[in-house]
């Protein structure tokens, strides 16, 4: 009985110890794989990583190449000369000054048109500011109606020739009253040599009416001297477009013609007929300011 103990004892510790060995054997296993499992997420994170690095540094190459290749073309083919900006400032510096002092918008608009020209071929975000300021500064100048100042100029021309020949004042101060030769009733009478003596008299008698002033002849040429003065004030006006001198002129010769000349000539009448014209002609000093630019 012992015997068949005994040998019970043994089966059952050897299955005992196989079934250890077994379970030894699964939880070694079990953590073998639990730590490829780790090995091969630290791995793949790892590798994700440096996945995510590699791709950050490409796109930052991608992008300081093409950025480098935009500033070599624009540097290639536009380049910019600070010669052609300081010449541009200065073009424009003189038409804000050539508007501003002599109002000569013609000289200004060529000016700014010349600055435009030296700013076209340059790129750049001041540059660019300052086109659209200097376009809007021409789009300004080009809405001002200036006078056709070569019109002024030939219709000034015509005055000052026709003052050379214009006639004088003729005056009715002076007049003779003579008595008519005709029959009177103490001829063949004893009074008769009396009659006589005054019919001489009234044959002589002169009448003069002071009411007018008398023109003399170096009245006349100092009247047309400050006509001729006034013509050239008006051209000088109409070239630096002041329209206080202009009007101001024209308002003076239309004063001084009838105190020295015959205002019933053709010659009068043309002067006058040239004079209206050019009073019509307006000449604007409300002109913009090209500060801005």
Known sequence: MTKAKRQINKVFLSKVISVLVVIALVIVAGLIISKNNLKFSNEKNQHQEQ????????????????????????????PVNPVQIKDAYLLVRTAATCLKNDHDVEVAKQLLQLASEHLAGLQGPK????????????????????????????KLDVLGKLVNILPSYVHSNNATIVMPSKVTPCDNTWYQPLCHIFADLTSVITVRKRTEPVITVTDIDIVRAQIRLLIEQMRWAALYNNADVYHRSLQSIQELLPKAFDMNSDSVHKFVATVNELQKIKFRSDLPDLQDS
């Open 51 to 78: 996945m995510t690095a590699l791709q950050q540094k490409v796109d930052t190459l991608h992008h300081d190449l093409r950025t480098a290749i935009s500033n070599k073309q624009i540097e290639t083919q536009q």
């Open 127 to 154: 540059i660019d500011h300052a086109k659209s300021m200097l376009a809007a500064d021409q789009i300004k100048l080009n809405a001002v109606v200036v006078p056709d100042k070569r019109l002024v100029q030939d």
